[in-house]
């Protein structure tokens, strides 16, 4: 046995010659892993700093209005607006309707399941194909869902906040890329 593909043989009106190579596989960059490339100093310090600003922000109007506006999904998704603003995850529509989506169901699986890492592990799944159906996939509200379970906060006031803190954190992304902080933002707003 050889490790040789059989050759077919020629029929009428066909030439003899080699069979076509296979596809090459997709490789790393040479020396790389694949990952993407390093943004470069500037860019990676300004995206880094639009979100510690954004962050600061939330905690700032948390404070001045006393309720809780810097969650840790929302610390994600200004991650992701201020270091990849052209992603998808990062527009507008997967950052409110991702997280609101999210949020409540977070909160109607607590109201039927009560409060536990098996309510909130099924909300967190289940999160994931309700932001497929409304084509607003923002991964950091998975964490959000996984969230309304687990804290089981008053609803109409959880919602408000995620509402307010998503809103903020588009608006901060805009008010960034326009005074060019970071990348052009958004590249689709709905």
């Given amino acids: 046995m050889t490790n040789q593909t059989p050759t077919q043989t020629p029929g009428p009106g066909t030439s003899p010659g080699p069979s076509p190579a296979p596809a090459a596989p997709a490789t790393a960059p040479k020396g790389g892993s694949g990952a993407p490339p390093f943004p470069g100093t500037k860019p990676a310090l300004l995206g880094t700093l639009a979100t510690v600003v954004s962050l600061v922000v939330l905690v700032a109007l948390g404070e001045a209005t006393g309720h809780l506006l810097m969650i840790a999904p929302l610390a994600a998704t200004a ?24 949020g409540a169901l977070g909160l109607v699986a607590v109201a039927l399941f ?12 289940l999160s994931v194909g309700l932001m497929l159906l409304l084509r607003a996939v923002h991964a950091p509200a998975a964490a959000t869902a996984v969230l309304a379970v687990l804290q089981d906060p008053r609803p109409v006031s959880f919602l408000v906040l995620l509402a307010v803190g998503s809103v903020l954190l588009v608006l901060l992304g805009l008010i960034a890329s326009k ?7 958004p590249t689709y707003w709905w």
């Avoid at 201020?82 to 950052?95: D, E, F, I, K």
């Avoid at 009560?114 to 799944?125: F, H, I, K, Q």
């Avoid at 005074?179 to 933002?185: C, F």
């Fill in 114 to 125: 009560g409060r536990s890492l098996w309510a909130a592990a099924v909300a967190a799944g």
């Fill in 179 to 185: 005074a060019g902080v970071i990348a052009k933002y």
């Fill in 79 to 102: 991650m992701i607006i201020c270091s990849t603003p052209a992603l998808p995850p990062a527009q507008p529509r997967g950052v409110v309707l991702g997280q609101l989506g999210s």
